[in-house]
Structures are given as C-alpha cells and as structure tokens.
C-alpha cells in the first residue's frame, strides 16, 4: 500500500508492506526488497494471532537473512543504498500487545541487522514476558 498526501498533487509519503503469520522466507526477502528500493520511508506491519517463546526470532531470522542477501540479489555492481527509514511493527491480536522500531541502518548491515532484530521475550501461561526491550517500544492494550 502507498500513503500519499495532496500538495499540488499527489505526492507519495510511504509505502507499507503487510505480512502476516510466519511467511515462507522469499515472501519476506521480496518484499523487503520492494521497501529499500523506495525512496520514501517504509512500514512494516506484521499481524499474528499469537505467539510463543520462538516466533519473534524466527521471523527475526528471516529478517536478518532478506537484508543480508539484499545486494547478492542485484545485476552486477549495484548496491541499495539506505536512504530512508522503515517501521517495523509487530502486532499479537491475542495478546493485545505490540512492539515497534524504527530501522534507519548506517555502517555494517549485517551488524546493524544483528543487533536491530532482537527482543528478549518469553512466553509463559500465556503471558509475555520481555527481558530486554533493546529498543522496542511496547505497546500493551
């Protein structure tokens, strides 16, 4: 999805990718793709209906996987450049929770990545339990 506003036309904000569950992990490196290539500022929005102790990090290693292969799936030379952040936002429909970040990455992907892409969090009765937030904001309705 594109948000635009109305200056003298139509302008475009951001584009927003919707994902939801656990996607087969090319799902997540196409779209990841699409959001870097933009030249607007990006929106991730994640939908699950619950999740456990592993779900977060597998998703998270998907993630990880999509922008680390980014510029070994382009023709010759070419490299994505950053130049515009993205919203990762995660929602729990059973937990009435949420967690988002933005991903503005400088330096080394793959440490940005690796660093960028981990909650501590378990899963008990129930309950989310986090142990560090690493930047996360929460939301809990």
């Known amino acids: 999805m594109t948000l635009y506003t109305f200056e003298d ?25 699409k959001l870097v290539r933009e030249k607007t500022t990006g929106n991730w929005f994640h939908l699950l209906e619950n999740i456990d102790s592993g779900t977060l990090g597998s998703i998270f290693d998907k993630l990880k996987i999509a922008f680390n292969g980014l510029n070994s799936r382009l023709p010759g030379n070419t490299q994505i450049l950053f130049n515009k952040p993205i919203l990762f936002f995660f929602v729990v429909i059973d937990k009435r929770w949420a967690i988002y970040k933005w991903f503005n990455p400088s330096g080394n992907i793959k440490t940005y990545c690796n660093n960028f892409f ?7 009765q129930g309950e989310i339990i986090i142990s560090d937030l690493n930047g996360w904001e929460e939301y809990k309705a």
């Open 118 to 124: 981990y909650i501590g969090y378990s899963v008990r």
């Open 9 to 33: 036309g139509f302008v475009e904000q951001a584009r927003v990718e919707f994902k939801a569950k656990n996607p087969p992990q090319e799902y997540i490196a196409k779209d990841i793709e």
